[in-house]
């Protein structure tokens, strides 16, 4: 099975910082990856798909890229509500494997 | 109003089985494929399975393939989860996750349960 694998972990960092968050597949994936965000208490919610889709509602200070085997997330100017977890999520075929998540924390 | 309502959550032994349920309403439940998703405490999401939208198809993590089945009843507008030969680490909250279909292919939408709590201990 394909594994998902992001990085970092976790970061600490400034409201107004721009952020960024890699997503690697071990094998192509094309551009079937989905980034949800997901805040204490909270059920997951979903931000971009096919990689580069903003869900509407979503702002637009977050976008996607990558295509393959590695992806990235980046919210251009941090906010002090988009502190949390956020995670990637294939889905190009099953199992509809998620990364591990990564934790955005205030510096 | 959409709504996912997931049920049978609660306490097992280890070697247990237990069946959760997942309510429907305000969509035609018929016509969607479905997910569940686990969460363990303080842990990241873990995707468990899914099924089309007739039940034809069923797929698995390899962490509950053999143990788990997934499956619907769409005159009840409910989805289940059948788990059985439980371990410890399948505690965690289980929600049941209303799918959405883009250029062909699935993925989880913005439409989740609330959650259900099992616990796997002796």
């Known amino acids: 099975d394909i594994q998902m694998t992001q990085s970092p972990s976790s970061l600490s960092a400034s409201v107004g910082d721009r952020v960024t968050i890699t997503c690697r597949a071990s094998q192509g994936i094309s551009n079937y990856l989905a980034w949800y965000q997901q805040k204490p208490g909270k059920v997951p919610k979903l931000l971009i798909y096919?990689?580069?889709t903003l869900q509407s509602g979503v702002p637009s200070r977050f976008s996607g890229s990558g295509s393959g085997t590695d992806f990235t997330l980046t919210i251009s100017s941090l906010q002090p509500e988009d502190f949390a977890t956020y995670y990637c999520q294939k889905y190009d075929s099953a199992p509809r494997t998620f990364g591990q998540g990564t934790k955005v924390e205030i510096k | 109003e959409v709504q996912l309502l997931e049920s049978g959550g609660g306490l097992v032994q280890p070697g247990g089985s237990l069946r959760l349920s997942c309510s429907a309403s305000g969509f035609t439940f018929s016509t969607y494929f479905m997910h569940w998703v686990r969460q363990a405490p303080g842990k990241g999401l873990e995707y468990v399975s899914a099924i089309t939208s007739n039940g034809g198809y069923t797929s698995y993590a390899d962490s509950v393939k053999g143990r788990f089945t997934i499956s619907r009843d769409n005159s009840k507008n409910t989805l289940y989860l059948q788990m059985s030969s439980l371990r410890a680490e399948d505690t965690a909250v289980y929600y049941c996750?209303?799918?959405?279909?883009?250029?062909?292919?699935?993925?989880?939408?913005?439409?989740w349960g609330q959650g259900t709590l099992v616990t796997v201990s002796s």
């Open positions: 096919a990689a580069s």
């Open positions: 996750v209303k799918d959405m279909e883009v250029g062909g292919k699935h993925l989880l939408s913005d439409c």
